[in-house]
């Protein structure tokens, strides 16, 4: 399944129609489409709003998959952004491998594992509308080349539920930091010229998914299943074991270790279960 945020409806009507999408009347939250494999949600311009929208998108429709489907799951924020950098043309599709969060400085970075037809950069998320004017005389210092609204809040709220690796920013260079008039047309130009694009990211992203979820032998999950209620690992730590055990087989091409140790053991507080999964990351990272 793929979950998909846009911020404006304006990005969201190419998808929707690319992808024959139906409004979900019953979401009385945020403007909801649903397919059979894709689910898409309009958030809302800002980086909490983005946040609160991946949240209830993930929170709201992962609890009805199957325990083995969850780790084919991906989700991608796709939007406009501006480019500092004017070697970026107008409709540039880049795939973000770094996202800086203007305000706190603090930077996120999803864990891009597929080959894909996108050029990668990086993407600042500001508060506020970022102008030219404001970056050339200094009023506003940039990291990145690109900007935008939404990504960190996107990032944070979905590495809640997601590891880095199902977690995917798709940003299409919709101007130069120098728009005076909001244009919705334009908007829905520069995301449907991306649409082939970014429909193979797509495939290549839902058969690494896929690849991946199968890495699992049926013993091994029950196992890592065990050991995630005895240790009683929160959302994000179960997805932190499921990430290791898969890329611990991929590494080294054998079996998983035995952890039964580690099932059988029964936490009373949440230190010893983060004591615990922290030998577990050294037995699979490290040996």
């Not at 919705?184 to 010229?193: D, E, F, M, N, S």
Request: hydrophobic letters at 40%.
């Amino acid at each position: 399944m793929i979950y998909v945020v846009t911020a404006l409806p304006y990005e969201a009507s190419p998808i929707i129609k690319k992808y024959g999408l139906k409004r979900d009347e019953a979401c009385r939250h945020f403007p909801l489409y649903r397919a059979d494999n894709m689910v898409l949600i309009v958030s809302g311009v800002g980086k909490l709003a983005s946040a609160m929208a991946t949240a209830y998108l993930l929170a709201q429709n992962m609890k009805h998959e199957e325990a083995k489907e969850e780790e084919s799951l991906a989700v991608i924020n796709i939007g406009v952004c501006g480019a500092v950098d004017q070697r970026y043309p107008i409709g540039t599709s880049v795939l973000i491998y770094k996202v800086i969060d203007h305000e706190t400085g603090k930077q996120y970075f999803p864990d891009i594992l597929i080959q894909h037809p996108f050029e990668e950069g990086s993407v600042e998320t500001c508060n506020q509308v970022v102008r030219r004017e404001d970056v050339l005389s200094s009023r506003v210092e940039l990291q990145a080349n690109l900007v935008d609204m939404e990504a960190s809040g996107f990032f944070q709220a979905a590495s809640r539920f997601l590891a880095p690796h199902q977690i995917y920013i798709v940003k299409v260079v919709g101007d130069h930091l120098d728009v005076v008039d909001f244009n919705g047309q334009r908007v829905t130009q520069c995301i449907t010229g991306a649409l082939e694009a970014m429909d193979e990211l797509l495939k290549q992203v839902q058969k690494v998914c896929r690849v991946e979820s199968d890495v699992l032998t049926p013993d091994e999950r029950l196992q890592l299943g065990q050991v995630k209620q005895s240790l009683r690992l929160t959302v994000t730590q179960s997805h932190q074991l499921m990430d290791m055990a898969r890329r611990y087989k991929l590494r080294t091409g054998r079996s998983l270790p035995d952890l039964s140790e580690f099932a059988r053991t029964e936490v009373k507080v949440k230190a010893e279960g983060r004591k615990a999964l922290e030998k577990i990351r050294r037995l699979l990272l490290y040996e």
